[in-house]
């Protein structure tokens, strides 16, 4: 991909090195231009690197607060060369889910959201899940379109906490 | 301009009569009326004038005009000719697109310097129109109701093709975004803004061609395909796409060749 590299120039925070791509990026990518699905096995090799690259909570907990989830999923900046190194990252999940109940302004790209804390329980597999979808999508679907919200240091351990409120705690207005 | 200016706000006070609190569907309703309701006035007009001008006037270190630049179908032809790029050039032994080409024809007939001419190809948020997105609207317009027809005759032009779909399912970056994670499966929508199929869905390509280069309302400026490009990329957290690099020109060959077939529609406006 030199072709490519030369046609690009690095721009604020937005480096040459990321068009450097990852062997799970040139997999999914070859999938995806010719239709045809990963290899069963390399399927579950990647999946299984993208797992363990899952960093759980060090002090156990999983919920932060709701209310500070909602704003993070309504926001959308975060690493273009428009930003820069101060800029908070957003999660933008509303872009491609519907979540709360009162924005109607949501994407249909990734599965609704909504009550999912109500439909799934509070049980420690759900949390760990939950937290792994977050983290590394891609330990589940290896071609995951989901960024990797965790592994690629977009958003913080304190920011996905508030996101898993959002959408697990039993008083998030997701799950009313 | 006192004229469209009253149309725009009277456009703005029905939309704002218009916006339900109901359900989704008649959000994205509402918003479709909104587009069409922009479609009554649309500012790009006068950019297409200003570009008309940049195209006549004597300018650069030779003094000469435009007037006898070739943008595919001979020197000076400009009717129809943004429809057919972008295509094969001997004179450079390779593909450009419309943009690039101009530039070109900026360099060598008028004597204008590339670097200058390409260092800020995009009007900053309140600036007027740079030239290129002047003479960008000018070109386009003399397409308008032309059927879409970019050639894959020429090897070099087949093979920018096959560059620009590959490079438009390349996944990189941070958040690994490939063009197609967006733009390559029918009837996705982020928020409420639909996203055409531009890789699978022959409409969606061509309804996605002919209306750029548009008046983006959002922008409040006139915009071109070499913007369009580099915005997305902007989006995907990937670096600066070039203007006119070999990169941008195999994608729009991508894109325009899906589109063949259809009429150009543009400038139009959009959001």
């Known amino acids: 991909m030199q072709v490519v590299k030369s046609s690009f120039r690095e721009r604020g925070i937005a480096k040459l090195d990321r068009l450097d791509q990852s062997e799970i990026q040139t997999a999914c990518s070859e999938a995806s231009l010719t239709g045809k699905d990963l290899p069963k096995d390399v399927r579950a090799r990647l999946e299984k690197a993208a797992l363990a690259t899952i960093k759980l909570p060090a002090d156990g907990v999983y919920l932060g607060d709701f209310k500070q989830g909602e704003r993070i999923a309504q926001t959308g900046v975060g690493l273009q060369w428009s930003d820069t190194e101060k800029t908070v990252a957003g999660g933008n999940c509303y872009a491609c889910h519907q979540i709360g109940p009162q924005e109607i302004a949501f994407g249909n790209i990734g599965p609704s959201l909504r009550n999912y804390g109500k439909q799934r329980g509070n049980s420690k597999e759900v949390m760990t899940y939950t937290w792994g979808k977050l983290w590394n999508s891609h330990a589940y679907n290896a071609c995951s379109q989901m960024p990797r919200y965790g592994d690629a240091n977009i958003l913080t351990t304190a920011q996905l906490k508030d996101l898993m409120a959002l959408l697990l705690d039993p008083n998030s207005p997701v799950n009313k | ?271």
Request: aromatic content about 8%.
């Open chain 2, 1 to 271: 301009m006192q004229v469209i200016k009253a149309n725009m706000l009277a456009a703005g006070a029905l939309v704002l009569s218009f916006v339900p609190v109901q359900a989704q569907n008649s959000t994205t309703d509402a918003i479709a009326r909104y587009r069409e309701l922009l479609q009554d006035a649309n500012p790009a007009e006068l950019v297409v004038a200003r570009g008309e001008a940049l195209w006549k006037e004597k300018r650069g270190a030779k003094k000469v005009s435009l007037e006898q630049c070739d943008l595919g179908l001979g020197p000076g032809v400009v009717k129809g000719a943004y429809a057919q790029l972008p295509r094969y050039f001997a004179d450079v032994d390779k593909v450009m697109d419309y943009e690039s080409r101009v530039v070109h024809c900026m360099v060598t007939l008028q004597g204008l310097d590339y670097a200058t001419v390409t260092k800020t190809p995009y009007s900053g948020t309140g600036q007027r129109q740079t030239d290129i997105e002047a003479l960008a609207a000018y070109g386009v317009e003399q397409s308008r109701g032309v059927p879409v027809k970019i050639p894959q005759a020429h090897p070099q032009e087949k093979a920018a093709y096959d560059r620009g779909k590959q490079l438009f399912y390349m996944r990189a970056g941070p958040y690994d975004f490939s063009c197609a994670s967006c733009h390559g499966i029918t009837g996705q929508r982020i928020r409420l803004q639909d996203l055409p199929n531009i890789a699978n869905v022959k409409e969606d390509a061509q309804r996605a061609f002919t209306t750029w280069p548009a008046y983006r309302v959002s922008q409040g400026t006139l915009r071109s395909m070499q913007w369009r490009l580099n915005d997305c990329f902007r989006q995907q957290r990937w670096p600066d796409l070039v203007f006119g690099s070999p990169a941008s020109v195999d994608l729009i060959t991508f894109l325009g060749v899906n589109a063949n077939g259809a009429k150009m529609d543009s400038p139009s406006i959009k959001r």
